[in-house]
């Protein structure tokens, strides 16, 4: 793999994305980023008493759209400055961070952050309902079906206000990987291999 490759992982709720993220970062041996970006953002906009909560509070201000979806830039003021200016400043981070050297990013639309970058690998993370669900039984705190596709719901509307494209969609990613039949030990091998593969 090449020395400046950065990997983007979306995922839906209870899929074990995060999880898959953390091996993938150990396995290549470089660093994993995700909420560090949300507070390197806000620490930007001057914001650095906010809690962990209000960053969520922020991050799930966007309501659903009932326009033709626009890309981020075309909006204006629509949403309110405070959740504009948290998404750019986090653009601006992941960009960095990106540039600085290879990496994972979980989350935060960095795979259309980096859309042009050279050596971005983009991918999607899903699993079926009933692993899912088995997962927010054993793994978060006993959360149902519908509270982890709630959580789904946010995350698409965030995606798709910003970016202009529908979260999940395959056409916007470079793999997508289902979670459902595998262990997550040979997803990340086999997400190796075909990087390895596609940099030949």
């Not at 995350?155 to 289902?178: F, H, M, P």
């Not at 459902?180 to 086999?190: E, Q």
Request: hydrophobic content about 35%; some cysteine; aromatic content about 8%.
């Amino acid at each position: 793999m090449k020395e400046n490759t950065v990997i983007t992982i979306s995922r839906q709720y209870g899929c074990g994305g995060r999880e898959l993220a953390e091996i993938l970062a150990k396995k290549l041996n470089v660093n994993l980023y995700d909420r560090q970006i949300v507070h390197i953002a806000a620490a930007k906009l001057g914001i650095n008493d906010l809690s962990e909560q209000d960053l969520l509070e922020l991050e799930n201000t966007v309501q659903p759209l009932t326009l033709t979806f626009m890309p981020f830039h075309s909006f204006g003021n629509h949403m309110g400055e405070s959740s504009r200016g948290m998404f750019l400043s986090e653009a601006s981070v992941v960009r960095k961070l990106a540039n600085d050297g290879a990496c994972v990013i979980l989350g935060r639309c960095a795979d259309y952050v980096l859309e042009d970058m050279p050596n971005h690998f983009s991918i999607f993370v899903c699993a079926d309902d009933e692993y899912r669900e088995k997962r927010g039984k054993e793994v978060y705190d006993g959360k149902s079906l519908k509270e982890l596709n709630a959580e789904n719901e946010k995350r698409a509307r965030y995606y798709n206000y910003y970016t202009g494209k529908k979260w999940g969609e395959a056409s916007n990613y470079d793999l997508i990987v289902n979670t459902s039949n595998a262990s997550l030990d040979k997803i990340a091998d086999a997400i190796i291999e075909y990087i390895n593969k596609v940099q030949e």
